[in-house]
């Protein structure tokens, strides 16, 4: 079979891209590793009327809503490569052998998070340690607040984590801000702590203090980091698509109509924003599943 339309990710801006084209009566496959980015977290905050959800429920609903059209194809699995058919599209090879083709192609695959080489970063990711305060910062309200300084951005993320509660800057032995952002710093009640983390304490997945390298602990409740991300899938490089630098890693560079620098392959989500959450990645998706079927009715 050949598809109007291939989306490679099955998460909110996949899912809500194929919902616009399954509802214009479109062949459309959906192609899902089932590894969502924010599969670490237990609750999505500040989706519209889905608010503490969890997300990979969320995601299942909308792929069971989607499947109700009988347009649509979903396969679990993961596309190993991309070629283009000149004009008539795109073929695709999944790890299982099978290839499909297909008139437009969407790179909705998201980004991967590394995370800082701390002991007891990663299994509190998504749990105590965190990116997005207006994700998680509402449940940790008032207790103390930890945030990890990053060279590469201005500390203004520790000015806007002080709003949820008391929070401390761990420069990590770095030099860290200038001295007119520290007095910014400062007149927020924002705490700087200059030593080097040697770990975070906790029981389980909750986090209790981190702990200095000269053996003092510094209690806090949820430390928040900006990761640096990298696409989970290198199609956009095969195919060449270009690249801009976001704040924390490559982006996916995309037009106003979400169409990436390879005529047919438009790009959604994580991948293709600087900036991103749950709601902006399916708000995303669904601009870039109208601006597809737009395509295939106008032949752009």
Request: proline residues 7%; aromatic residues 8%; charged residues 20%.
């Given at each position: 079979?050949?598809?109007?339309?291939?989306?490679?990710?099955?998460?909110?801006?996949?899912?809500?891209?194929?919902?616009?084209?399954?509802?214009a009566?479109?062949?459309?496959?959906?192609?899902?590793?089932?590894?969502?980015?924010?599969?670490?977290?237990?609750?999505?905050?500040?989706?519209?009327?889905?608010?503490?959800?969890?997300?990979?429920?969320?995601?299942?609903?909308?792929?069971?809503?989607?499947?109700?059209?009988p347009?649509?194809?979903?396969?679990?699995?993961?596309?190993?490569?991309a070629?283009?058919?000149?004009?008539?599209?795109?073929?695709?090879?999944?790890?299982?052998?099978?290839?499909?083709?297909?008139?437009?192609?969407?790179?909705?695959?998201?980004?991967?998070?590394?995370?800082?080489?701390?002991?007891?970063v990663?299994?509190?990711?998504?749990?105590?340690?965190?990116?997005?305060?207006?994700?998680?910062?509402?449940?940790?309200?008032?207790?103390?607040?930890?945030?990890?300084?990053?060279?590469?951005?201005?500390?203004?993320?520790?000015?806007?984590?002080?709003?949820?509660?008391?929070?401390?800057l761990?420069?990590?032995?770095?030099?860290?801000?200038?001295?007119?952002?520290?007095?910014?710093?400062?007149?927020?009640?924002?705490?700087?702590?200059?030593?080097?983390?040697?770990?975070?304490?906790?029981?389980?997945?909750?986090?209790?203090?981190?702990?200095?390298d000269?053996?003092?602990?510094?209690?806090?409740?949820?430390?928040?980091?900006?990761?640096?991300?990298?696409?989970?899938?290198?199609?956009?490089?095969?195919?060449?698509?270009?690249?801009?630098?976001?704040?924390?890693?490559p982006?996916?560079?995309?037009?106003?109509?979400?169409?990436?620098?390879?005529?047919?392959?438009?790009?959604?989500?994580?991948?293709?924003?600087?900036?991103?959450?749950?709601?902006?990645?399916?708000?995303?998706?669904?601009?870039?599943?109208?601006?597809?079927?737009?395509?295939?009715?106008?032949?752009?």
């Amino acid at each position: 079979m050949r598809y109007d339309a291939l989306i490679v990710g099955g998460s909110f801006a996949g899912l809500s891209a194929a919902m616009q084209l399954a509802r214009a009566r479109r062949k459309v496959c959906v192609v899902d590793s089932g590894a969502p980015r924010n599969r670490f977290a237990a609750a999505s905050h500040g989706f519209f009327g889905q608010d503490g959800m969890p997300p990979l429920q969320m995601i299942a609903d909308a792929r069971d809503k989607l499947l109700a059209y009988p347009s649509v194809t979903f396969v679990e699995g993961t596309v190993t490569a991309a070629t283009a058919d000149g004009a008539e599209g795109f073929t695709v090879s999944l790890n299982s052998g099978e290839r499909l083709s297909t008139r437009k192609l969407l790179l909705a695959f998201g980004v991967q998070d590394g995370l800082p080489d701390i002991p007891g970063v990663g299994e509190r990711w998504g749990k105590s340690v965190l990116h997005c305060p207006y994700c998680h910062g509402y449940e940790f309200g008032d207790r103390p607040l930890g945030v990890l300084f990053h060279s590469a951005h201005p500390p203004d993320h520790a000015l806007l984590i002080a709003e949820w509660g008391p929070t401390t800057l761990f420069l990590n032995g770095a030099e860290g801000p200038d001295a007119e952002a520290r007095a910014r710093l400062q007149s927020r009640g924002v705490t700087l702590e200059p030593g080097r983390i040697a770990g975070l304490e906790g029981q389980g997945t909750d986090l209790a203090a981190v702990r200095l390298d000269d053996g003092r602990r510094v209690p806090i409740e949820a430390l928040f980091v900006a990761p640096h991300t990298r696409p989970t899938s290198p199609l956009a490089e095969q195919l060449g698509c270009a690249f801009d630098d976001g704040p924390t890693g490559p982006v996916l560079r995309v037009d106003a109509m979400k169409t990436t620098t390879v005529p047919g392959v438009y790009a959604a989500g994580d991948v293709a924003m600087a900036f991103s959450n749950a709601t902006l990645a399916s708000a995303d998706g669904l601009f870039a599943g109208v601006s597809m079927h737009r395509a295939l009715v106008f032949g752009a």
